[in-house]
Structure formats: C-alpha cells, structure tokens
C-alpha cells in the first residue's frame, strides 16, 4: 500500500482524490504539515496560485513542502499546482515553493472564457490523453534535465523532472485518470530506490 497526499488547502481536491482511488493506493487529504510525513508522494491541485500560497504560508506549509521536495518525494502539480512547483515565473521576482527547473507563465492561454478541451499526445500516457484547460499556464521554458511530456500548439504543458511531473492542465477533471495512474507509478518508484 502506498499513501498519497492532495494538499487541501483549495482546488478539486475531491477530483483528485477520486482520481487517484486504486486498491493498493491510500489517498490522504492533506490538511496539516505533520501529515507530510506519513505520505510517499503529494498533488498539488489546481486553483489561483497567489491564494493558494497565502494559504500555504498561513498554514505553516512552506517548509514543510520544501522539505518534503528535497527529500525527492514525487509531487504532481496541475494548473496552479505547476506554477507553484516552478523555479521562475514570468513577470514575478520570486517562484513560490520552486522545486523544478521550468519558467511558467500564469493564465497564458487566456483567462476563463477562453477555457478549452483537447485530446494530447503524452509522452509515456498516450495519444488521446483529455487535457482541460482553465485560465491555463504555459510552461515556457524547461531546463536542462526536464522531460517535455506533451505540446499544444507549440507550447510546453507537461513536463517531468526526476520525482517532479506538471501539467498546465487539469485531468482531475475528466474521467480519463491515466496521468494520475502515471505519477501512483512513479511514487511507486521513488519507493523502490534505495534510501
């Protein structure tokens, strides 16, 4: 059995849930910092960034999720979730918990009514994975050690890096769960390399 953590501290959180229920997966909700410890690997959900990091600093969350990053725990940020996993964001001095190597532009497929859906071609998941994007970012640029998973019209969003796997997109909102199947297999991983 492998526990993993959705920060609960705003987003579809309840989607992701769902989406990561498998027999040998216990979903955590995670509502404090002290349960970090007792999860394998975390999703950071969609939302609004700027709110969901006021809430992590009300919380006392950010060194704990640093922490939990450096450890090498998987964490999967979707929409807000990546933006918040970047090391640089377009248009701000500082990134927010800053754990991967992509500069990440906020709302740049536009804002809510230029929200849409599309089928992806996902490195590793498949050819026909749906992507719904909302008010989505776009992941500009990716480092050196960064695996671009998927492009839409010319634009980065998704990408992995060692424990670390973003998508601008939010597939917590469909029923097509294979990107959470993904990262429940990469947590497995993380757990089978020796500490």
């Known amino acids: 059995m492998i526990n993993i953590g959705v920060l609960a501290l705003q987003g579809a ?21 002290e349960q970090l410890e007792q999860i394998d690997g975390l999703v950071f959900p969609g939302g609004e960034s700027t709110t969901m990091r006021r809430l992590i600093n009300k919380y006392g969350f950010y060194e704990p999720l640093k922490h939990f990053a450096e450890k090498g725990k998987p964490v999967f940020g979707t929409c807000a979730g990546a933006i918040l996993m970047a090391k640089e964001l377009v248009g701000h001095k500082e990134p927010h918990i800053a754990v991967m190597d992509i500069t990440v532009e906020r709302n740049a497929f536009g804002r809510q009514r230029e929200s849409f859906e599309t089928l992806l071609k996902v490195k590793g998941i498949g050819e026909d994975v749906e992507g719904v994007f909302i008010r989505a ?24 890096q060692g424990p670390f796997l973003a998508c601008s997109y939010h597939p917590e909102l469909t029923d097509d769960f294979r990107m959470h199947q993904y990262f429940v297999k990469m947590v497995r991983e993380s757990m089978e390399v020796p500490a």
């Open 137 to 160: 970012p776009i992941i500009r640029q990716a480092g050196e050690g960064v695996d671009i998973l998927a492009e839409y019209d010319g634009e980065i969003v998704a990408a992995r």
């Open 13 to 33: 959180v309840r989607e992701h849930v769902k989406a990561l229920q498998a027999p040998d997966v216990n979903v955590v909700v995670v509502k404090k910092s």
